[in-house]
């Protein structure tokens, strides 16, 4: 279903079946509610949104919707092109993001995804264009094919130190990029074409200190402009700007150097070669 005339739904007490994206495009939807008779359905706490009972699942949500701290998944198009979404919070309680939950929400600013999801579905968050930062929690181990693809104006993305794979196209065509913070020392396995789009020439990658060597030698980390060490204390920052000058000189593998020899070294946070 697409209108974009459509304000307000009210689902009755005898509907027993949804399907997935039904209200996708509705993109002047305001309020939903489920009667509270309804055995299948409902929209607890005043949320404006249509959740699945027995599963705990926001299946249809809209720009007011308050997500309860009692959903455990946020379905396929739940928020699929709601226009109008500036912001929202995910509670503690959710632990996946289907697959274009969040597509062309594209007035969304910033989300942060707490340490209890643990998957970003596939085009989760693509076409969010009016996207500027992103923080991903250390529960999450998957990202999703397309999951941020498209989002133009995505400046800085945190991912959390459980990353283990990043779907193709991830981050493809997020041609503002600038900073991608990855605190896992682990290098995640990556698809095809995850930075496609993106002039990394121009950005910085963020990694533990003991990891330097191993991200510049790791397509396609190796191909960012800037290496640079995380701090200890909180994980996501760079060096701190006495690091960074240009007099301060750190082995591949996060070593402060007094006296560097002939080799590669990173100098005001740069990969530089000592002949």
């Known amino acids: 279903m697409a209108s974009s005339g459509l304000t307000s739904?009210?689902?009755?007490?005898?509907?027993?079946?949804?399907?997935?994206?039904?209200?996708?495009?509705?993109?002047?939807?305001?309020?939903i509610v489920v009667d509270a008779d309804n055995s299948v359905y409902d929209s607890r706490e005043n949320c404006n949104a249509i959740i699945a009972t027995s599963w705990n699942s926001l299946m249809h949500g809209c720009k007011n919707t308050i997500i309860p701290n009692s959903v455990k998944g946020i379905g396929k198009y739940a928020f699929g092109y709601c226009y109008d979404l500036t912001s929202i919070t995910i509670p503690?309680?959710?632990?996946?993001?289907?697959?274009?939950?969040?597509?062309?929400?594209?007035?969304?600013?910033?989300?942060?995804?707490?340490?209890?999801?643990?998957?970003?579905?596939?085009?989760?968050?693509?076409?969010?264009?009016?996207?500027?930062?992103?923080?991903?929690?250390?529960?999450?181990?998957?990202?999703?094919?397309?999951?941020?693809?498209?989002?133009?104006?995505?400046?800085?993305?945190?991912?959390?130190?459980?990353?283990?794979?990043?779907?193709?196209?991830a981050f493809s065509k997020c041609s503002a990029l600038k900073d991608f913070y990855c605190p896992t020392e682990r290098i995640p396995t990556t698809g095809n074409r995850i930075f496609d789009g993106v002039k990394l020439s121009s950005a910085t990658l963020h990694v533990p200190a003991?990891?330097?060597?191993?991200?510049?030698?790791?397509?396609?980390?190796?191909?960012f402009g800037q290496i640079v060490a995380l701090t200890e204390s909180d994980g996501i920052k760079p060096l701190t700007s006495e690091a960074n000058s240009p007099t301060t000189v750190y082995s591949l593998d996060g070593r402060r150097v007094a006296k560097p020899r002939k080799g590669i070294y990173v100098i005001g946070?740069?990969?530089?070669?000592v002949r």
């Open 210 to 223: 003991a990891s330097l060597q191993k991200y510049g030698s790791t397509y396609p980390w190796y191909r």
């Open 92 to 169: 503690s309680s959710v632990t996946t993001i289907g697959n274009c939950a969040f597509v062309a929400c594209r007035s969304l600013i910033s989300i942060t995804i707490g340490n209890s999801v643990t998957k970003i579905g596939a085009d989760a968050f693509s076409g969010c264009s009016g996207l500027t930062s992103v923080t991903i929690g250390n529960g999450v181990t998957t990202i999703g094919n397309n999951a941020f693809s498209s989002c133009y104006g995505l400046t800085s993305v945190t991912i959390g130190n459980s990353v283990t794979k990043i779907g193709a196209d």
């Open 269 to 273: 946070g740069r990969k530089t070669a």
């Open 9 to 31: 739904i009210t689902i009755g007490n005898s509907v027993t079946s949804i399907g997935e994206g039904v209200f996708v495009e509705c993109t002047s939807l305001e309020y």
